[in-house]
């Protein structure tokens, strides 16, 4: 059996780097005595936000496994509050801010082209803004967006059984199956 720390750095993998909260995640995720308020609207725009990043295709997208929930409960419980603010903050910004400067209107008013095209360009920025940061400053919040979507999404029921292999009663361990090109990865 898989334990939490295994877990989180198989997601770490995935998603390319350090997951924000994770300790708090290790621990039990009671990272902050201050709690953060998300609206039914909120968890509506967080799983269009998740369902541009990992949409439905011949497999369900992250809204289908209700990623937007899952990003609400790990923030509210998992997060330090300075994270927690920078999240909720770049919420704002994504939703009104980012979108009307990139795309000319908010998010929720875009096309999916026109919202693909938007976190494209904030994914680049985020990834620019990872290379010249200093230890001091805060996570870019597009990172926090797309680490929980790609955590929450692998790790339901939904990502882990019909997107990735899955075996409910594995058998032996196999450190040496043969992966054959075109197989799906197993679920963690």
């Given amino acids: 059996m898989m334990n939490r720390r295994e877990a989180l750095s198989r997601v770490a993998i995935i998603v390319g780097g350090s997951v924000i909260g994770a300790e708090a995640f290790?621990?039990?995720c009671k990272a902050s005595t201050k709690t953060v308020s998300f609206?039914?609207?909120d968890i509506a725009f967080l799983n269009e936000v998740a369902e541009t990043i990992l949409p439905a295709t011949n497999t369900p997208g992250a809204k289908e496994a209700k990623v937007?929930?899952?990003m609400a409960v790990m923030v509210n419980d998992c997060y330090e509050e300075d994270n927690q603010i920078i999240f909720?903050?770049?919420m704002k910004a994504l939703q009104f801010k980012d979108a009307k400067a990139k795309i000319g209107k908010s998010f929720m008013e875009a096309s999916a082209e026109?919202?693909?095209k938007l976190l494209v360009a904030l994914d680049a920025e985020a990834k620019e803004y990872k290379q010249h940061k200093t230890p001091?400053?805060?996570t870019h919040y597009f990172s926090m967006m797309k680490q929980l979507t790609l955590s929450g999404f692998f790790t339901s029921e939904v990502g882990a059984?019909?997107?990735l292999r899955y075996v409910q009663t594995p058998?032996?361990?196999d450190g040496s199956a043969p992966y054959v090109k075109g197989e799906k990865a197993w679920a963690i």
Avoid: A, I, N, Y
Wanted: zero cysteines; hydrophobic letters at 20%.
């Fill in 136 to 138: 001091e400053q805060p």
């Fill in 68 to 70: 937007g929930e899952f």
């Fill in 114 to 116: 026109e919202r693909h």
């Fill in 171 to 173: 058998g032996r361990f």
């Fill in 39 to 41: 609206s039914k609207d």
């Fill in 88 to 90: 909720m903050e770049g």
């Fill in 26 to 28: 290790l621990t039990g």
């Fill in 161 to 163: 059984t019909k997107v």
